[in-house]
């Protein structure tokens, strides 16, 4: 099968395209002819060595979207879908043709998405779900999502809307504001961070109950925003892992700050996740994503150095 691979780190130049015998499942695992596999920016990341607990040598990938062809016989020819921490850091991945993983590693793909399509969603959709569900997102929930324009923000906002939340967005430009209100969103353009919390008082009288802030650089403002008892979810930081938080401020509130990440789960875990809000996709509640750039996982290498460089499209490549 062909497959991306990495034997050390450090540089992009490390990834090559290899030859590599399809992989076996085991007694308590299944084989995925993979139709699909979403290119995440932790995947560039984990080839430039950001993740030590990487084993080599690494085929890397973490979202799919395939058919089991070896496994118990009640799944082969099951259309399915997953995502998962061991993948592609110390689990072989899914830049492949082939992704061997346990049986309860995969959830049945939502019918009405295509392969692609579901290959495009597992990082940003558990991210964002868990962020949700953590933070007491729900009915009438006053929500403010930071990055709204992202592939996580876009899945936190699609996502509380489905569990009944009033959703305000926080974008850094006009234009990315329009788009967003011909969609019926509510939005405030992102100014000066001393102004962050009149912007959301303007909105939700008292600041916002739950503010996910998926940029990780707004965080000392969130607090000003922050409604008494309010929780705020981030998945981000700057590079050097440091912010000046107002902590007096944060603990008169009654704050609660929680972090989300994504690598705390295993593919078991996620295929649960998947499984709750995948039936969403099929009741007409969840949009279809797009606009998605395919690529064939041949012109992978360059896929990555897209993604590296900050692309804003999604990439999905194609065994």
Known sequence: MHALQFSTTGDLAALS????????????EVLVQVKAAGLNPSDVKNVLGRF?????PRIPGRDFAGVIVDGPAALVGQEVWGTGKEL???????????LVLPVEGVALKPRSLSFVQAASLGVPYTTAWDA???SGVGTDTCLLVIGANGAVGRAAIALAKVLGARVLAAVRGPEQAQTLREQGIEVIVLGKPEDLAAQVNSVFSGGAEVIFDTT?????ATVGALRVFGRVAFIAAPLDGHVHLPALALYRKGGTLIGVNSLLYSCGEC???LD????YFDQGLLPVPHPLQEARLADGLGSYAEVNAGTCAKVVLIP
Request: aromatic share 14%.
């Open 52 to 56: 030590p607990y990487t084993t080599l």
């Open 276 to 279: 709750q809000f995948g039936q």
């Open 271 to 273: 295929a649960r996740m």
């Open 216 to 220: 990780g650089h707004w965080l000392p």
């Open 88 to 98: 592609g850091f110390y689990r072989d991945g899914s830049h492949a043709g082939f």
């Open 132 to 134: 949700l569900q953590r």
């Open 17 to 28: 395209l290899v030859e590599l015998p399809a992989p076996v499942a085991a007694a308590d």
